[in-house]
């Protein structure tokens, strides 16, 4: 624009200054070399005018020439941007498809003009697990990487694939590699939290637990129902590897809320009894029981081989004295009953548990006790209506 507007300048300073240098237009002498030129003032200026013209006009012709090849060079480029974009967007439908083959040449091969490259990689490496290949898997999540080696998403993209392929040790060890940098992300807890159940590593699931629940990523109900599936299968592994006595330090040291519910006891007693620290394990449900009369409590009683059923017999009474129409109690004296030999107390007490609830172990007792007591006709009559009450009910 400057330069046009200086060619505009000079030509109307020509137009007004020729006509004053008319009639006195000087005289000028170029010498080169062997070559003399001789012109007046007056028609240098105007040559020099034209020159100036000329290459102005020549620079824009140039200037032209190379935007057009500009923009030809851009179509191109933007017509495969645009390709690669299409192929990236109905890859990832593939992937949603479950059409591994398809999905992972579609964006692999749009990955080279794609606008966002880690996307297509990323769904390549899905695809791949989808055919069963996961070395080709690792190698598009190690490009994937390459672009960014610090994204969350290749990471998270590689612990689920890893959990998916049941490889719980990599992915959890994936998952520990981005835990300090991204420790409230609640993909990465769930995925960790999926990986501790797998390996069945209760510790750390347990020291989570707090933290899922009040980030959202599980709602109360389930962090209890975690607390008490860890719980247990901690005491598990404390018991095959300490034995009993590990199994009671470790229950010593719980807080008093855990040692009060009813699931946590359950598990505390059938462990202590698998190593046949029975007595032990009746102190702690004795205890429960004068304070709660949980049938799954209740049930455990005649598990138990005591030295001496009388105690339990003597607890078992009293919850009855709260509640007479506990079937399980019923039931749970009638088989230490039944260990006694004192055959007419145990009757008493499965019939009462059967008209209470009916029930296929308790019928079976009873039908034993029966026999015991040599009344084989009661004890047919009985086999009868267990058989009726194992018999679907007839439309």
């Known amino acids: 624009m400057i330069k046009l507007l200086l060619l505009v300048a000079a030509l109307i300073a020509g137009i007004v200054v020729g006509p004053m240098l008319a009639g006195n237009q000087g005289y000028v002498l170029i010498s080169a070399a062997n070559h003399t030129m001789e012109m007046s003032l007056t028609t240098l200026i105007l040559l020099v005018i034209v020159l100036l013209g000329a290459l102005f006009l020549l620079e824009n012709i140039i200037k032209r020439l190379l935007s057009m090849s500009s923009r030809t060079r ?64 690792d190698e598009y999540l190690k490009l994937a990487a390459d672009i960014d080696d610090q994204s969350l998403a290749v990471a998270l993209t590689r612990a689920k694939l890893q959990y998916q392929q049941q490889q719980y040790e990599q992915a959890m060890a ?116 004068k304070k709660n009369n949980d049938e799954t409590l209740i049930e455990l009683v005649p598990t138990l081989n005591l030295p001496d059923n009388h105690p339990a017999i003597v607890r078992l009474q009293d919850l009855l004295r709260y509640d007479s129409n506990n079937p399980s109690t019923h039931s749970a004296l009638g088989q230490l009953f039944m260990r006694e030999e004192k055959w007419e107390e145990a009757k008493q007490h499965f019939e009462k548990a059967i008209e209470i609830r009916p029930s296929m172990s308790d019928y079976g007792y009873l039908v034993e006790v029966m026999e015991k007591l040599n009344d084989s006709k009661a004890a047919a009559n009985l086999s009868r209506e267990a058989l009726s009450l194992a018999l679907p009910a007839k439309s």
């Open 74 to 137: 851009g179509w191109f480029s933007g017509r495969k941007t645009r390709k690669a974009r299409q192929q990236t967007s109905t890859g990832l439908v593939k992937v949603l498809e479950g059409d591994w083959k398809q999905a992972e040449k579609l964006v692999v091969r749009a990955a080279r003009h794609s606008d966002a490259p880690l996307l297509n990689y990323l769904a390549a490496a899905e695809a791949a697990q989808g055919q069963g290949d996961t070395t080709q898997r």
């Open 174 to 289: 994936t998952l520990q590699g981005i835990k300090q940098d991204h420790s409230r992300n609640p993909i990465m807890l769930a995925l960790l939290k999926d990986c501790y159940l797998r390996l069945e590593d209760w510790k750390p699931l347990l020291a989570m637990l707090p933290q899922l629940e009040k980030l959202g990523v599980i709602s109360a109900e389930e962090s209890a129902e975690l607390y008490i599936k860890a719980e247990c299968g901690l005491m598990a592994h404390i018991t095959q590897q300490n034995g009993s006595d590990g199994l009671m330090g470790h229950w010593n040291s719980l807080s008093r809320k855990a040692k009060q519910q009813p699931a946590l006891i359950a598990c505390f007693v059938k462990q202590m009894s698998s190593r046949n620290a029975d007595s032990e394990a009746y102190t702690v449900l004795r205890d429960a029981l």
